[in-house]
Each structure stands twice: as structure tokens, then as C-alpha cells.
């Protein structure tokens, strides 16, 4: 499973390295950055929940 960040949609609302801080990490204006696109193993629901709670939909799973 990969996540896929579409970095010029974020506008930096947080929920994913909020939700999921093993998975994102925020820059220095808050937007988020991918710590890694592959989702290690027992990650996966928590990478589905900042999915779908990112309110700009600037986040998706392959
Ligand atoms: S939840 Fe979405 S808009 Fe907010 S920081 Fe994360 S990727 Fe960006």
C-alpha cells in the first residue's frame, strides 16, 4: 500500500500528522510531508483514516 500526497491541494489543516504521525510530518507552514509513501504493515487503517478525513481530498491510496 503507498499513499500519495498531492502537495498542491494541502493547505495545511493538520488531521493527517494529527491522525497519523508516524505516516506524515509538517513542514515549517504546516503542510504535510510524506515521512514515507510506502505504509508499513499494521499502519494501514491509520493511513486510511487521515485519507479520508483530509478535508482538501489531496490524499489517496494505491
Ligand atoms: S489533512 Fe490534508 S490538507 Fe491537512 S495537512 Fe494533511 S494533507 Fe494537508
Same mark, same amino acid.
Request: charged residues 25%; proline residues 6%; negative net charge.
Given at each position: 500500500? /503507498?499513499?500519495?500526497? %498531492? #502537495?498542491?491541494?494541502? #493547505?495545511?489543516?493538520?488531521?493527517?500528522? @494529527?491522525? !497519523?504521525?508516524? $505516516?506524515?510530518?509538517? %513542514?515549517?507552514?504546516?503542510? @504535510?510531508? $510524506?515521512? #514515507? *509513501? %510506502?505504509? *508499513?504493515?499494521?499502519?494501514?487503517?491509520? !493511513? /486510511?483514516? !487521515?485519507?479520508?478525513?483530509? *478535508?482538501?481530498?489531496?490524499?489517496?491510496?494505491?
Amino acid at each position: 500500500m /503507498q499513499i500519495r500526497l %498531492d #502537495t498542491t491541494r494541502c #493547505t495545511g489543516h493538520g488531521r493527517c500528522y @494529527s491522525l !497519523a504521525p508516524e $505516516l506524515f510530518d509538517s %513542514d515549517d507552514y504546516g503542510h @504535510s510531508i $510524506l515521512r #514515507t *509513501p %510506502d505504509v *508499513p504493515i499494521g499502519l494501514e487503517s491509520r !493511513a /486510511q483514516l !487521515a485519507v479520508e478525513n483530509c *478535508p482538501e481530498s489531496c490524499l489517496s491510496l494505491e
